[in-house]
C-alpha cells in the first residue's frame, strides 16, 4: 500500500506555469510507476504523464513539449512540471501509483486530486 499527498495546484493564467508535487509514504523504486492523471467536468479521467521505476517517462500527446515529470528518490516524491498553459489544461489532477503483480495485474492507489484552473 502507499499514501499520495498532492500539492501544487491553483489558479493561472493562459501561458503561465505550475508545478504539481506527489509524496508517497514509500520509496518510489519500489513503486512500477507513478503518474499524474487528470478529469475536466464531464470528461473521464486521463493519463498525463507517467515515469517507471525505472525512470522511462510516458507523456499523453496533448502535453508534450510542455509538461515535464520528474521525481526525486530521495524526497520520494514525483513533479509534473507545467508549461504554456491552455484553459484545455484545466481540470483535477491526481497522482497515481501503480503496482503490477506476479500475473500482470495492476492496482492503483489515488491521491486526494488537486485543482487546477486555467484562465483564458
Known amino acids: 500500500q502507499v499514501q499520495l499527498v498532492e500539492s501544487g495546484g491553483g489558479l493561472v493564467q493562459a501561458g503561465g506555469s505550475l508545478r504539481l508535487s506527489c509524496s508517497a509514504s514509500?520509496?518510489?523504486?519500489?513503486?512500477?510507476?507513478m503518474g499524474w492523471y487528470r478529469q475536466a467536468p464531464g470528461k473521464q479521467r486521463e493519463l498525463v504523464a507517467d515515469?517507471?521505476?525505472?525512470?522511462?517517462?510516458n507523456y499523453a500527446y496533448s502535453v508534450k513539449g510542455r509538461f515535464t515529470i520528474s521525481r526525486d528518490i530521495a524526497k520520494n516524491t514525483v513533479y509534473l512540471q507545467m508549461n504554456s498553459l491552455k484553459p484545455e489544461d484545466t481540470g483535477v489532477y491526481y497522482c497515481?501509483?501503480?503496482?503490477?503483480?506476479?500475473?500482470?495485474?495492476?492496482?492503483?492507489?489515488w491521491g486526494q486530486g488537486t485543482q487546477v484552473t486555467v484562465s483564458s
Open positions: 515515469i517507471t521505476s525505472g525512470g522511462s517517462r
Open positions: 497515481n501509483a501503480k503496482f503490477e503483480n506476479y500475473y500482470r495485474d495492476y492496482t492503483n492507489y
Open positions: 514509500r520509496s518510489i523504486l519500489s513503486i512500477n510507476a
